[in-house]
C-alpha cells in the first residue's frame, strides 16, 4: 500500500499496535459540547485500550476519568447520561464524587481492616484522571493526565476549517427520527480515511452523485497530521443556492465562502462543513476489517416551519434536474452504486477494496500525484506514529 504493508490493513497484530500507539495516544473524539449541558451530565468513549468518561460537576467544570472503579476496575458509566448527582459503581457500590474522589465504600469499618485511616479521598483511591477539552464545539479526551494541550495539536489545520459555528447550530435529526448515523462497514479504518481524503475519485465514483460541488476547482493539503480540502459550489448550483439547498443556509456564510470543507483530523475524525449543514464523521475501528461509522448532522436553529419549507423548496428546484443525484450504475435502489447515495458509493467501494487485500495478486498499481498524494501522506503518518512509540516504548 506504499508506506504501509498489506498487513496494516488485515492483521490484528497491527490493529493492537495502532490501538496501543495511536488511539490512546492522541486526542480523542467524544461527543459535543451539548452532550453534557449540566451538572451530572455525562458520557463515555473508547480512546484505545483506555474506556474515559466526561463528566460536568457542580462548580460547571468538564472533568475526564478512567471509567474503572478502583476497586476492582469494573465500568462505572455506561454511554450517555443526565443528571447524576454521584457515581456508584455497580459492582460493591463504591461511590465517587462528579470530581473523581472516594467518597463511600459500604460496610468500611467491618471488611476493609487494611484501608488507610485518612479519610476516603486521602486513601490514594479516587479515580484515575485522564484530560478533556472542547475544539469547534467537539469534546475530545486524552487518556493522559498532564495531556498536550489541545490546540497543539488541532492548531495548524483550525486556519482552514470553515466559518460555521458548531455550537450555534442543532442536530437536525432531532426534528426527524432522533437518531444518529451509523453503519458498521466491513473494512480496515484505514481504508475508510484514505477513501475521504481521495480526491481523485470524487469526479468518477460520485460523478453523479457530489457534482453540485466543483471538483476541478478543489485546495486541499496538510496541516500537521491533519488534512485539509475545501471545494466551491458549481456556479449553476451557486445561482439557486437559496432555493436549491436542502437545508436552510447557514447565516453569516458569505457567497464566497460557501462550498464544501472537508478535513481530516488524525487520527479518526473528520468533519463536512457546507453551505446548509455541518457533521462530524466518526470512524471508530472495531476490528482489522470492521469499522463503525458514526456520523452526527448539524443544522441551522430555525423552526420545523422553515426547515420544511427550505425542503420542499429545494426538492422542486430545477438545479437537481441537471446535477441531482443519480447512480454511477443503472439499476434497482438497492444496489449501492444505483442508489444515488454518495455514501452508499464510498462504503461499497471501501469494502470491495478490503477484499481485494486477500488476495496474493493485490498491489496498488499507481497513484495520481495531486488527487491521492493524501492517501499516502496518511499512510506515512500512521507509521510514524505506530514507530515513534513502539521504539521509545
Ligand atoms: Fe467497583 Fe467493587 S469493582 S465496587
Not at 466559518?163 to 451509523?182: M, N, R, S, V
Not at 434497482?332 to 487485500?357: H, I, R, T
Request: aromatic share 12%.
Amino acid at each position: 500500500m506504499h508506506e504501509l504493508p498489506v498487513d496494516a490493513y488485515t492483521s490484528q497484530e497491527w490493529f493492537n499496535l495502532e490501538q496501543e500507539h495511536i488511539f490512546s495516544k492522541t486526542w480523542q473524539f467524544a461527543g459535543l459540547v451539548e452532550d453534557v449541558a449540566n451538572a451530572g451530565d455525562y458520557i463515555s468513549v473508547q480512546a484505545g485500550l483506555n474506556n474515559i468518561f466526561i463528566v460536568k460537576g457542580k462548580d460547571n467544570r468538564l472533568r475526564a476519568f478512567h471509567n474503572m472503579c478502583r476497586h476492582r476496575g469494573t465500568q462505572l458509566l455506561r454511554a450517555v447520561g443526565k443528571g447524576k448527582k454521584a457515581i456508584t459503581c455497580p459492582y460493591h457500590d463504591w461511590t465517587y464524587n462528579l470530581e473523581g474522589k472516594l467518597v463511600s465504600i459500604p460496610k468500611k469499618e467491618e471488611e476493609f481492616p487494611d484501608l488507610c485511616n485518612k479519610e476516603l479521598h486521602d486513601c490514594g483511591l479516587n479515580l484515575h484522571e485522564a484530560s478533556v477539552d472542547i475544539f469547534k464545539g467537539m469534546l475530545f479526551v486524552h487518556p493522559e493526565k498532564d495531556a498536550p494541550n489541545i490546540m497543539e495539536f488541532f492548531g495548524e489545520v483550525e486556519p482552514y476549517l470553515g466559518p460555521h459555528i458548531p455550537e450555534e447550530l442543532i442536530e437536525y435529526q432531532e426534528k426527524k427520527d432522533g437518531a444518529f448515523y451509523t453503519k458498521e462497514i466491513n473494512a480496515n479504518w484505514k481504508i475508510i480515511v484514505e477513501n475521504y481524503i481521495d480526491q481523485y475519485h470524487l469526479a468518477h465514483l460520485h460523478e453523479d452523485t457530489l457534482n453540485m460541488y466543483d471538483h476541478a476547482k478543489a485546495e486541499f493539503g496538510w496541516a500537521g497530521p491533519h488534512y485539509y480540502f475545501f471545494e466551491p459550489l458549481v456556479p449553476e448550483y451557486l445561482a439557486d443556492v437559496k432555493n436549491a439547498s436542502p437545508y436552510p443556509l447557514m447565516d453569516k456564510m458569505p457567497e464566497d465562502k460557501m462550498g464544501a470543507y472537508v478535513p481530516w483530523l488524525f487520527p479518526n475524525i473528520g468533519i463536512t462543513e457546507s453551505e446548509s449543514a455541518w457533521n462530524t464523521f466518526h470512524a471508530i475501528p472495531l476490528a482489522p476489517d470492521r469499522t463503525l461509522v458514526v456520523i452526527r448532522s448539524k443544522t441551522m436553529n430555525v423552526s420545523e416551519w422553515e426547515y420544511t419549507k427550505q425542503y420542499t423548496k429545494s426538492m422542486s428546484s430545477k438545479v437537481w434536474q441537471n446535477i441531482g443525484n443519480k447512480g454511477k450504475y443503472e439499476g434497482d435502489a438497492s444496489d449501492p452504486m444505483a442508489s444515488g447515495n454518495f455514501m452508499e458509493e464510498d462504503v461499497y467501494a471501501c469494502e470491495q477494496q478490503q477484499k481485494s487485500l486477500s488476495s496474493p495478486l493485490f498491489s496498488v498499481g499507481a497513484q495520481a500525484k495531486n488527487g491521492e498524494f493524501a492517501v499516502r501522506k496518511f499512510q506515512s503518518v500512521v507509521k510514524e506514529w505506530v514507530e515513534k512509540y513502539r521504539d521509545n516504548d
